[in-house]
């Protein structure tokens, strides 16, 4: 489940696995899922498994939304616990 917590006004968190946050990383450039998995070294069905799950958590916005988000947001990942912190 995300954390659904706010640290400043606009600035979301969200927890998410370490598959989850390479292919967040990797959605900026808008690749398709057999390049994620390509990249990555996953199938294509794992690909999309990563980013329905990834999708859920924001709230299940498109893939389109999940790329413009990846690439117009300041972002930053902290390794302890996986979380994507987005800031507005």
Known sequence: ???LKEDAPGNR?????DQECALFVRLQTG???AELGEYLHLTERTV???LANIRSKL???SRLQLCL??????FCLTSENHDVCLTA
């Not at 968190?13 to 696995?17: M, V």
């Not at 988000?69 to 300041?74: C, Q, R």
Request: zero cysteines; aromatic letters at 8%; proline letters at 4%.
């Open 1 to 3: 489940m995300a954390i």
């Open 13 to 17: 968190t969200y927890a998410l696995t």
């Open 31 to 33: 690749p398709s899922n």
């Open 48 to 50: 999309k498994f990563h």
């Open 59 to 61: 709230g299940g916005i």
């Open 69 to 74: 988000l990846a690439a117009h947001h300041e």
